[in-house]
C-alpha cells in the first residue's frame, strides 16, 4: 500500500571539520567560526592549496568503536557509520526495536532501510600497489606474482564504495531497501530524496540516509587546482572576490519514517521531509549552464513535490561553493524562481569547507537547526555581495527566518542539480 | 488513488563478453557459446588467474564516431556509450529537445576509476620507499590531465552519457558491487512510477578485467582458477564449481511508461514489473546459507509486480558459480517459490557471459526481456555435476523454448544489497487491472 502520509526526521547526526555533533557545527556556524584553516595531512608548505577543513583531534575510535572495523574500511567510512549511528541513536528506534515482540523484530528489521550517498574511492587506494609496480620496475610481466603477495588480500572490500550501507546494515540490523548513489556531490541530498520516496512508496517504514566522504586528498586537490574550482585560502560564497571552493570531510545522516509512526512512539520531530528535485543540465563533467537552468528546474519540481508555493519557503540553504560559475548561476536560478519573494538566503561551506558526496545532507542538518532557532545564519566571510547579483539576500549576518520552511540546494559534476523541502521539527534537537 | 504507471521495456543494448550487440549476445547465451578464455588485453601470466571473459574485437571507433568524446571514455564507459547508442536505435526513440527534461538516466558504474597507466605515472613521480610522496604531484613535470581526472569522479559515466544523448531530466549512478546494475533498473522502474520521467535510459557497465582488477579478485580467492580449461570456468550451480570468472561489458535498456509506449505503437519486449531490494546484513561477502536476505528481495520483486510463485516461468539467477553464492540463492529459491520451485526454469546466464560486476544486473535484466520476448529461457551451460544444495530445476543441456509469462533476475552483492527485477510479458499486462494496491498474496 503506497503511503501518502508525512515523513518525518526523527534522527540526525553531522561530522565535519567544526565539530563532531549537530550542535557543535551549529554553535561554530552561528559564532562565525571556520574549520577551515593550514592543510596537515601533508607538508602542503609547496602547494598551491594549503588550506582545507580537516576532522582533527579525533580519534577513530571515538567515530567508530570497533577497532577491527578500522582496518576493512577507510576514513570516509568511518565517518559515514559514525553519522548514521548518532540519527540512529538519536532516533530512539534501537530502543524501540528492542521493546517489541520478538515475532515482530524480524518485520522491523526488513523494513528499515539504509540509503548512502558515497564519495567513492579515492585515489590513495592505489598506492597499496606501490610496492609490486616498484618490484616489477616496468616490466609488467611479473605484476601479478607481485601484486597478489604484496596488497592486502582485503584491498578490495576494503574500497567498496558501498562499505557504510553494508556496515550500516550489519551494525544495525536493518535489511530493507537500500541503495548505494555515486553521484559526486549530490548523493548525499539524493539519499534523503530516495529514502523518503522509498518511505512514500511502501517499499520501507523508516530509513536512514547518509551521505559521507573525505576528498582532502592530494591528487583530488591537485586536480580540482588545476582546473580552477579551488580557492588558495578561503571560501567567499557569492563574494565579489569569491575564487573557489576549500574542501572539507566529513557526513552527515538522518533518520526518516512515516509520521504516523513517530507520533505512535511518541518520539521527538526533528524535522519534516516536503519535497525534491533532481535534474541534469547534460553539460558534461565540470561545466554548469550560466543560466541556472538545472538548479531553476529542480527547484521547480520541489516545490510541485511538497505542493508548496516560492512564497511558502522561509529560507534557503544555497550551494554556495564559493566558484565563479557556480554561484553565479546558482544566483540566477534562485532569482529566476523566487524574484521578489526571495526569501533569506545563506550557505554553510565557508565554515567547514565543501564536503562533496556529504555536503547537501550535512547542508540539510543545518537547515533543520536554523528552521528550529528561527535564524539564518551569516555567511563569516562575505564582505561584499558580488554586484552582478545584488538582489540575492545574503548577508555577513544573520537574519530571521521567514517560515518555517527550508529549502536545501545541492549541485555537483555531471550538470547535477538537487534542490530538498523540509519543514521544522516539533521539537528540538539534542545531540 | 491515481493507478499506478507502468514501466514498458522497449530498447536493448548489450557488449558483453559473448557478443558486442544484443543480438550476438542472445543468439550466443541460447546455444551455450561462452565467451571465456585466456586473458589477452594484458599479460596475466604470472597471476594465479590467467582466464576472464573479456569483450572481444569491439571497435571502439566505429560505434561511436565522436573523437572527443571517446577520448573522455573509459573503457567501460565506451562499452556504455555503445550498448546505450543501441538501445536507443532498437528503441526507435531518443531524447529531443522538447523532451529531453523528461528523460532520466541511471546506471550501476564500476568502482574502478583508475587506470594502471594512470597508476604508473603517479609512481613514478610520487614513489619514495614503497610508499606515496604527494611532493611528486607538485612536481612541474608532473604531466596534469583534465580529461584522465573527469574520467576518475563517480558521476563520470552520466556525465559523459547525459551529455552525449542530451537527457536533462532526473539522473543519478548507484553503486553495490554485483548489485549494481539490478539495483539501478529498479531505481528507474520506481523513477517512472514517481511521475519524475517517461522515458528512462538504465542500465550498468563495468570491466575490473585489468591488472589492479585481477589483483583484488585473486586475492579475496573468488575467482575460478582453471586456467587449463577456460570454456568450463564458470559452472553455476556445479557441485564441482569453484568460483566465478571476470567478465567486463555494459548492457543499456530504454524504458517508457506503458501507455506512452502503447500510444506510439513501441515494440514492448517485457514490463519492468516489479522491484524487490533487500540487505542481507550478515557478512561483506555473502550472504547467509538460509538464503536471508535474496529471499526478501524475490518476495518484494513478486509482490510489487503483483506475481506469485505461480505466475513465473523462469529465475535469470545470479549463479556466480562460486560455493556460498549458488547455494544461498538456491536455498532462497525454494523458501520462495515453494512447491512450485521444482516447475520454474532456472539458469545463470553467467555460464556463458561471466560475471559483468556492476553490468551484470544489466544485460541480465535484458536477457530477461528478450527470453520473454523469443519465448526461450536461456541454458545453464557447462552443467555436468548435481550438487544437492543447489536443487532448482536448472535449464540444461540446450535452451528450453516455451512461453515465459513471467521471470525474475536476480543480482547479489558484495556489501549485501540484493536486487531482485520482475518482468512480465506484454500480453500478460493487457485485461490486468491498474495496480494500485499491492499484492494480497504476498507472502
Known amino acids: ?169 550489519i551494525r544495525h540490523n536493518f535489511k530493507g531497501t537500500n541503495a548505494c548513489i555515486t553521484n559526486q556531490c549530490v548523493g548525499g541530498l539524493m539519499a534523503v530524496a530516495e529514502a523518503a520516496a522509498a518511505i512514500r512508496a511502501g517499499e520501507a517504514d523508516r530509513a536512514v540516509a547518509v551521505g559521507h566522504d573525505n576528498p582532502i586528498d592530494p591528487e583530488t586537490i591537485l586536480h580540482y587546482h588545476q582546473v580552477g574550482l579551488l580557492s588558495p585560502d578561503a571560501l567567499r560564497p557569492f563574494d565579489r572576490r569569491r575564487d573557489g571552493t576549500v574542501f572539507g570531510e566529513g557526513a552527515g545522516a538522518v533518520m526518516l519514517e512515516k509520521a504516523e509512526d513517530a507520533q505512535s512512539r511518541g518520539t521527538a520531530v526533528f524535522g519534516e521531509y516536503l519535497g525534491s528535485g533532481c535534474v541534469t543540465e547534460a553539460t558534461g563533467a565540470l561545466d554548469v549552464r550560466p543560466d541556472g537552468d538545472g538548479l531553476s528546474r529542480a527547484i521547480e519540481i520541489a516545490l510541485d513535490d511538497a505542493e508548496i508555493t516560492a512564497e511558502a519557503v522561509g529560507m534557503i540553504v544555497a550551494h554556495g561553493n564559493g566558484t565563479r560559475a557556480s554561484d553565479a548561476s546558482e544566483a540566477l536560478a534562485l532569482g529566476r524562481v523566487f524574484g521578489r519573494s526571495i526569501p533569506p538566503v545563506t550557505a554553510f561551506k565557508w565554515g567547514f569547507g565543501h564536503l562533496i558526496a556529504a555536503s547537501g545532507i550535512v547542508d540539510l542538518t543545518l537547515a533543520l537547526k536554523a528552521l528550529e532557532q528561527r535564524v539564518v545564519p551569516g555567511i563569516a566571510t562575505l564582505q561584499s555581495v558580488d554586484p552582478e547579483f545584488r538582489w540575492l539576500t545574503v548577508l555577513p549576518n544573520s537574519q530571521p527566518a521567514r517560515s518555517d520552511v527550508a529549502m536545501v540546494c545541492c549541485r555537483g559534476f555531471g550538470g547535477m542539480n538537487m534542490a530538498v523541502l523540509v519543514r521544522a521539527g516539533t521539537s528540538a534537537h539534542r545531540s | 488513488m491515481t493507478p499506478r504507471r507502468r514501466a514498458a521495456i522497449t530498447g536493448i543494448g548489450m557488449v558483453t563478453p559473448v557478443g558486442n550487440d544484443a543480438p550476438a549476445t542472445w543468439a550466443n547465451v541460447c546455444v551455450g557459446h561462452g565467451g571465456v578464455a585466456a586473458i589477452r588485453s594484458f599479460d596475466a601470466s604470472t597471476f594465479p588467474v590467467r582466464i576472464g571473459a573479456e569483450v572481444k574485437h569491439f571497435d571502439a571507433a566505429a560505434r561511436i564516431r565522436d573523437r572527443k568524446l571517446l577520448k573522455h571514455a573509459s573503457r567501460s564507459q565506451r562499452f556504455a556509450l555503445a550498448a546505450a547508442a543501441e538501445a536507443f536505435a532498437d528503441a526507435g526513440i531518443r531524447p529531443e529537445p522538447h523532451n529531453a527534461h523528461r528523460w532520466g538516466f541511471i546506471a550501476g558504474a564500476g568502482m574502478m576509476l ?224 515453494r512447491e512450485r520451485a521444482g516447475k520454474i526454469l532456472v539458469s545463470s546466464t553467467k555460464s556463458c557471459m561471466g560475471h559483468l560486476i556492476a553490468a551484470a544486473g544489466a544485460v541480465e535484466a535484458g536477457i530477461c526481456a528478450l527470453a520473454i520476448r523469443e519465448g526461450v529461457a536461456p541454458m545453464n551451460a557447462h552443467y555436468e555435476n548435481p550438487d544437492p544444495d543447489c536443487d532448482v530445476n536448472l535449464v540444461l543441456g540446450q535452451s528450453r523454448p516455451g512461453r515465459i509469462r513471467a521471470a525474475l533476475s536476480n543480482s547479489l552483492g558484495f556489501g549485501g544489497s540484493n536486487s531482485c527485477l520482475a518482468f512480465r510479458h506484454p500480453e500478460e499486462v493487457e485485461g490486468l487491472p491498474q495496480p494500485g494496491l499491492r499484492n494480497s498474496e504476498q507472502p
Not at chain 1, 523494513?111 to 606501490?130: L, M, P, T, W
Not at chain 2, 538504465?202 to 580467492?221: E, K, Q, V
Not at chain 2, 514490463?271 to 557478512?283: K, M, T, W
Not at chain 2, 536476505?293 to 524475490?298: D, K, L, N, R
Request: proline share 4%; hydrophobic share 40%; charged share 20%.
Open chain 1, 1 to 169: 500500500m503506497s503511503c501518502s502520509g508525512r515523513i518525518v526526521i526523527t534522527g540526525a547526526g553531522a561530522v565535519c571539520g567544526a565539530g563532531l555533533t549537530i550542535d557543535a557545527i551549529w554553535d561554530a556556524i552561528i559564532n562565525r567560526r571556520t574549520a577551515i584553516t593550514t592543510l596537515r595531512r601533508w607538508d602542503s608548505s609547496s602547494w598551491p592549496v594549503r588550506v582545507a577543513a580537516e576532522v582533527t583531534g579525533v580519534d577513530n575510535r571515538t567515530l567508530v568503536e570497533d577497532r577491527k572495523l578500522h582496518k576493512l574500511i577507510l576514513r570516509t567510512d568511518l565517518f559515514g557509520i559514525y553519522a548514521a549511528g548518532e540519527a540512529i541513536r538519536h532516533s530512539g528506534l534501537a530502543a524501540y526495536r528492542d521493546s517489541l515482540d520478538p515475532a515482530l523484530v524480524a518485520q522491523f528489521n526488513d523494513r528499515s532501510g539504509v540509503i548512502v550517498g558515497s564519495g567513492g574511492g579515492v585515489y590513495q587506494n592505489n598506492y597499496d600497489f606501490f610496492p609490486a609496480l616498484s618490484s616489477v620496475k616496468g616490466d609488467l610481466k611479473d605484476f601479478g606474482a607481485q601484486s597478489c603477495s604484496t596488497v592486502n588480500p582485503m584491498w578490495l572490500l576494503r574500497n567498496l564504495p558501498n562499505n557504510v550501507l553494508c556496515h550500516v546494515g
Open chain 2, 114 to 337: 583508475v587506470t594502471l597507466d594512470e597508476l604508473r605515472t603517479v609512481h613514478s613521480f610520487c614513489e619514495r620507499d614503497g610508499e606515496f610522496n604527494p611532493e611528486g604531484l607538485v612536481n612541474p613535470e608532473y604531466p596534469v590531465d583534465p580529461v584522465a581526472f573527469c574520467r576518475t569522479q563517480t558521476n563520470s559515466g552520466l556525465a559523459l552519457l547525459t551529455h552525449h544523448f542530451g537527457i536533462r531530466g532526473y539522473a543519478t549512478a548507484v553503486h553495490t558491487a554485483c548489485a549494481s546494475g539490478g539495483q539501478a533498473l529498479g531505481m528507474a522502474l520506481k523513477v517512472v512510477r514517481r511521475g519524475l520521467a517517461d522515458f528512462m535510459l538504465a542500465g550498468g557497465y563495468d570491466s575490473m578485467l585489468n591488472p589492479i582488477g585481477l589483483t583484488a579478485f585473486c586475492l579475496l580467492g573468488a575467482l575460478s582458477a582453471d586456467n587449463e580449461m577456460p570454456e568450463r570456468a564458470s559452472r553455476p550451480f556445479d557441485a564441482t564449481r569453484n568460483g566465478f570468472v571476470l567478465g567486463e561489458g555494459a548492457g543499456f535498456l530504454v524504458i517508457e511508461e506503458w501507455e506512452a509506449a502503447r500510444k506510439r505503437g513501441a515494440r514492448i519486449y517485457a514490463e519492468l514489473a516489479g522491484d524487490g531490494n533487500s540487505l542481507s546484513s550478515y557478512r561483506i561477502t555473502d550472504s547467509h546459507p538460509s538464503g536471508d536476505g535474496p529471499i526478501q528481495a524475490m518476495q518484494q520483486a513478486m509482490g510489487d509486480a503483483g506475481l506469485a510463485p505461480r505466475d513465473i516461468d523462469y529465475v535469470n539467477a545470479h549463479g556466480t558459480s562460486t560455493l556460498m553464492n549458488d547455494r544461498s540463492e538456491c536455498a532462497a529459491l525454494g523458501v520462495v517459490m
